[in-house]
């Protein structure tokens, strides 16, 4: 048994769909249910015994403490973060809330489980806490990429959380030997991903024949990695990972803001052209910057390659692909989450 907190989001719900799709060990699912956290991502799981959902907060020691002593997981995987740029701007709060306060008492109630197992099975155990490559700052078009050593110099509130939560794990596993891994990921992208993010924004926005809006020139550059690369990565970290060891995850694919918009308009203008022949391009719209907008990212994954013989399984070219497709096969997944009907069914489902 495992225990992964934020299953319900994006990365989440990819690394659980993924882990019960090769394995038959069961998953216990934690999640807040805020707006990003839906339950209809794992749908596909529906009486599946291999899977338990509990709505709640990685905050709430008591129930974190029961789900532990109940279960007995030999792991916890946790994703569960504020994790978007401009909402921690307009309200960092949140993000103190549940990326610092909430990975404190997620830490503590690990360690509190982890030192009252049998030695075979404290032995055994470990947290894995996904973290951002965002921790690190930014790059000129010249710097070398971010490397497990890179000074970490956050700039946005969101990141800033991030970071203090990296800084959390290191220090209970330096002062209390809890077998902690650190993951540091580059831009993800894929299936079941949030439109308040670039690239299914855009797919969303482009189909309904709205604005593409992009910041500034648009040549702000980002690192991405397909969501099921990023989790087979995870999976393998958990697996072989150094315990008190970071692991930085890319998918070797820079490309500016615009590149990946103007992609993603000829891969619709291929498969789902528009009624009036024109390209998809002519809704590209350029908007203010971002405050403090981090202008590159770069990971450099050499140590995860190295150390435990990981590599992405895809390109740019064909996980953009994959990615175009699932939306346009999915238009029901996608009206669901902008209409919010799903957060009804949330309240309907989970009363009380």
């Known amino acids: 048994m495992i225990l992964v907190t934020g299953g319900a989001g994006f990365i989440g719900a990819n690394f659980v769909l993924d882990w019960l799709g090769q394995s038959d060990e069961p998953v216990v699912n934690l999640d807040k249910l805020t707006y990003a956290g839906n339950p209809h991502n794992f749908a596909s799981l529906a009486g599946d015994a291999r899977h338990v959902f509990v709505q709640g907060d990685i905050g709430d020691a008591a129930l974190v403490e029961g789900l532990l002593a109940r279960h007995a997981p030999r792991a916890i995987v946790n994703f569960a973060a504020e994790s978007h740029v401009d909402r921690s701007i307009h309200g960092p709060e949140d993000f103190i809330q549940t990326n610092v306060v909430g990975t404190f008492r997620l830490l503590e109630a690990a360690r509190h489980y982890w030192s009252a197992l049998p030695a075979t099975q404290k032995e055994a155990f470990r947290f894995l806490h996904v973290s951002t490559d965002e921790v690190y700052g930014t790059l000129s078009p010249t710097d070398p990429a971010f490397t497990e050593e890179t000074t970490v110099e956050p700039n946005s509130p969101y990141s800033a959380s991030k970071a203090a939560s990296d800084h959390l794990v290191r220090a209970w596993h330096h002062t209390y030997g809890l077998p902690v891994l650190t993951t540091n990921c580059s831009n993800n992208y ?39 690369d990023h989790c087979s990565a995870i999976r393998r970290v958990l697996q072989a990972g150094r315990p008190g060891e970071t692991y930085n995850i890319g998918g070797h694919n820079e490309k500016t803001n615009i590149g990946i918009v103007k992609t ?40 995860i390659e190295r150390e435990l013989g990981w590599r992405p399984a895809e390109t740019f070219e064909t996980g953009i692909r994959k990615t175009v497709q699932w939306y346009l096969d999915h238009p029901e997944w996608a009206a669901q989450v902008q209409s919010g009907a799903y957060r009804e069914w949330v309240a309907k489902h989970y009363a009380g």
């Open 190 to 228: 894929g299936p079941l991903h949030f439109p308040e993010k670039l690239i299914p924004l855009v797919i969303i926005n482009a189909l309904a024949g709205k604005d593409l809006p992009i910041y500034g020139d648009g040549l702000q550059v980002r690192d991405w990695l397909y969501v099921k």
């Open 264 to 303: 993603i308009c000829a891969l619709l203008d291929e498969l789902r052209p528009r009624a009036d022949g024109r390209p998809y391009e002519s809704q590209i719209t350029h908007v203010k910057d971002r405050p403090g907008h981090d202008r590159r990212y770069a990971i450099d994954a050499g140590k």
